[in-house]
């Protein structure tokens, strides 16, 4: 099945959202394997009397990793095309307008502490004759 090609929306068009995505997806493999091979390291320093790794050389591989990682991730055709029709439905949403965000908003607020009030009733009829039972 041939997928859709729509024209860019935006002044960046839908393959920049695509790269910012891979290179959100880079940088977080970064932090996530940099704090993985410090703690992994830590622990092997610990438990079986190896010195500890130079922390610089450990975040430097780290990034390496994270790199290759996404660049391979970027390459694979079935995670580009999954991460181009994500974008690309994205391009169609409509978004609410700051009025609306705010209106809704203040709903969700007014249900909220209507909510609260009402468990908050029911709470104390129910504690008054649990109290009159026990």
């Not at 780290?62 to 029709?85: D, H, K, Q």
Request: net charge negative; aromatic share 12%.
């Amino acid at each position: 099945m041939a997928m859709e090609e729509t024209q860019p929306t935006g002044t960046l068009g839908i393959e920049r959202w695509v790269q910012f995505a891979f290179i959100g997806i880079a940088l977080l493999l970064f932090w996530f394997i940099d704090h993985l091979a410090s703690d992994v390291a830590g622990f092997a320093a610990q438990k079986l009397d190896f010195s500890t790794p130079n922390p610089t050389i450990v975040t430097a591989a780290s990034a390496l990793v994270a790199m290759l990682g996404a660049v391979a991730l970027y390459r694979n055709e079935n995670v580009y095309r999954f991460a181009r029709a994500v974008a690309v439905e994205l391009s169609h949403v409509t978004w609410p307008s700051r009025q609306e965000t705010w209106s809704n908003t203040l709903v969700v607020i007014i249900v909220s502490a209507v909510a609260a009030v009402i468990l908050g009733a029911f709470d104390a009829a129910w504690s008054a004759v649990t109290d009159l039972i026990y």
